[in-house]
C-alpha cells in the first residue's frame, strides 16, 4: 500500500517502514513545515502526547530520502537510542546556535549522521 507524506508518493518500502513507525508510537505521524530559511532538510520529533512528527523545510527537504531518513530517527529513539536536549541561555539561544547543536548530537549519537569511510 502506497502511501503519501509531505505530497512525496512514498514507495512500497518506505511506506511500510512508516506504517511500522505509526504502530510503534500508537498515532500516525504528523507532518509540519520548517522555516524555509531553516538551515536543515528535516526534523523529527515526538509531541508530549506521543505523536511522532516530521518536519521538512519545503525547499531542499521534500523528498522520499529526507522521510526515510527521519523516519529512521523514530525507529532509533523506539529502540532506546539517545535523544540529546540542549539548553541555551537566551543570548545564545539563535537558529544557528540551535542547528549547529543539534548537528553536533547527531554527530555523536546518530549512527545515521556518521560519515561511511
Not at 7 to 17: H, N, R, W
Not at 25 to 35: D, H
Request: hydrophobic share 40%; glycine share 6%; charged share 20%.
Amino acid at each position: 500500500m502506497k502511501r503519501e507524506l509531505f505530497g512525496v508518493q512514498l514507495p512500497d518500502k518506505v511506506s511500510a517502514i512508516l506504517a511500522e513507525v505509526e504502530q510503534l508510537f500508537g498515532n500516525s505521524v504528523r507532518e509540519e513545515w520548517l522555516s524555509p530559511d531553516h538551515p536543515m532538510s528535516g526534523n523529527s520529533t515526538v509531541a508530549e502526547d506521543g505523536t511522532p512528527i516530521i518536519q521538512i523545510n519545503p525547499g531542499h527537504g521534500r523528498t522520499q530520502d529526507v522521510i526515510l531518513h527521519e523516519l529512521y530517527h523514530f525507529k532509533l529513539r523506539n529502540s532506546g537510542y539517545p535523544v540529546l536536549l540542549w539548553l541555551f541561555p537566551t543570548e545564545m539561544n539563535t537558529d544557528a546556535h540551535i542547528a549547529a547543536f543539534k548537528q553536533l548530537s547527531q554527530q555523536l549519537y546518530d549512527r545515521m549522521a556518521l560519515p561511511v569511510w
